[in-house]
Each structure stands twice: as C-alpha cells, then as structure tokens.
C-alpha cells in the first residue's frame, strides 16, 4: 500500500511545484506579445534545431553504448538506441525518472549485464551531465558578466555561482575519487547499527552500483572519452538555444546561461517534463541579457517544445516494436 500512496504523493508534489513556477512565470507575461513571438518563428529554424538536437543525442546514444560494451554487454549500437530513446521519452511522460527504471529492468535481457550494473551506468551519466552543465553555465556567467544587468529575482541566479561550483566539483570528485571507494563501502558493510536498516540497504545498493561502474572507468583514457562525448554532446545542445535565439533575434551571448540555468532547474523535483522549472530558468539566462520578460518566456517555451517533442515521439515510436529491435546486429 505504502508504494503507490508515495507515488502519488510524489507526483500530485511535483505537478504543485510546477503550478508554482507556471505562476512565477505568468506575472511578468503578457500573452499577446509571447504568441506574436512563437508565431514569428520560422519552421526552417525548428528543422535545424531538430537536426542539431539529433545530434546531440547520437553522440549521448555513443556514449551509453560505450559504457555498456566496455563493461561486458554484447548489445550493438543499432539495437542500443531502443532502451535507450524508449527511457528518455519515459522520462518525459512520467514522473520519478520511470524512464531510467524501464531502461535497467525492462531492457536487463537485451542488454544481458546486471540490473545493477546498468544502474551504474545511469548514475554515472547523470554526474558525467552535471559536471558539464555546471561548467558550462559557470563559464557563460564568467565571460558575459560585463553584460549582465542584475535586478531584483535575477540577483539569484547570478548568486547561485559558488552553489553551482560546488555542485560541479562534489560530482567530478565522485566520478575520479569514487572508484577508489570500494575499501570505505567494505567498513560500512560492517556497520549495521548505523541507521534503519531499509535505508542503509538502499544507500548500500546505490553506493555499490556506482563504486562499481566507477572502478571499471576509472582509467583515465575511458574517462576521458566520456567526458568528451558529454562535453560534445551538450555542446550540441547549446546549439539548440542558439538556433532558436537566432530565430526569435535575441543576444547568442543569453543562449550559455539560459542552457545551464533551465538544464540544472530540472533537478527540482517537478511534473513529468519539467514543465514551469525548465522554462522559468531558460527564461532568466535570457532577461540576464537585458531580453523582456515575455519574449524570454516566448524563447523558453519554444526551446523547451524542441527538446521534448521529438525526443519523446521517437521514443514512443521504439516502444512500439518488439523488445531488442534495431537496424542491424553489429557484433
């Protein structure tokens, strides 16, 4: 009984906490100028922010693909690409990242690695993304700072700077460090009075399926090639807001903090799709720049319609073939 009452808890919290950010967002909108905006883009830019997207994605799929075959997965990169769209569409569509528990369990006979293992896999990605955007946005708000105009709400972002630091250097502490820890997981195995013991279990399992992951790349030539297929990766999606600043004739410069500030305002927990925290601050990354607040909401709607339309068409595509479906096997 206890799991779907929290389910739902946690669900109705998330939809409440988006109704907040919708309703920080709706004071300073005026719809009439928002609709003007969208209306003012052209399909030419969406079909390049599209292809732009794709590729984003591709070097994402590479990079899933090279973790999983470096640990032992026979899966090839053709028949990868379902579990691993079919997760991120979930993840759009439902709430508590399901996707990522799709990915793991309903795809374990696919992949043919340990549940556990691949949940290694997601958690390591997960740090790999937030050591990237954190750099990312932390470098926009450094270069740009002599053309940012602080004010009122906006003061916070610009505060959250040292936040944001300390956020990227915890998670690329954890990716180099985390390997090493497997003699420290060892003295808390013997530490049973430390805690409820249901709690203690599912931190052991968590620590333990990462530790593991982290062992195996913790050489620094794997490492590298998965820093520089996130670096590039994310690059690709900086082009997105670019592209759609372009559109809607906006500062480029706005793009980098817009990107990092909407990315790591979905760590909010939040209804399915981020729907308010992603836009809210997209938004400010642009009013930073001087850009009205309405044609910054505009912006941040219609980057956020990007990322999430396609995405989870293809992955509601993938779950309607058969489980283990690709192009061809490359082994």
Known sequence: MRSPRRFWF???????????????????????????????????????????????????????????????????????????????????????????????????????????????TLLLERLLDLVVVSAILGAGLAVYESNIAVSGELRALTEAAPIIAVLALSAAGVIILGGRGRPLLKKFDSCNHVGPVGLRQRILDVLHQLVSVLWHFSHWGRMLRLFALTAAAWLAEVGVFLVMAWALRLPLSGTWISMGAGTLGTLIPASPGHVGTFDYFAALGMRLHGVDASLAIAYAVMVHAVLWVPLTLLGVIFMLLPAGAGTRDER
Request: with cysteine; aromatic share 12%.
């Open 10 to 120: 946690r669900l109705l919290f998330g939809i409440a906490v988006s109704g907040v950010f919708v309703c920080l967002i709706a004071r300073n909108l005026d719809s009439g100028e928002m609709l003007n905006s969208l209306s003012s883009v052209g399909w030419i830019y969406i079909a390049i922010a599209v292809l732009v997207l794709a590729g984003g994605y591709w070097l994402r799929l590479l990079r899933w693909h090279y973790m999983l075959a470096s640990i032992g997965s026979p899966l090839s990169l053709s028949r990868c690409a379902q579990p691993f769209f079919v997760g991120f569409a979930l993840n759009n569509l439902l709430p508590l990242r399901a996707g990522d528990v799709v990915r793991a369990v309903a795809f374990r006979r696919v992949i043919e690695l340990p549940v556990s293992t691949v949940f290694g």
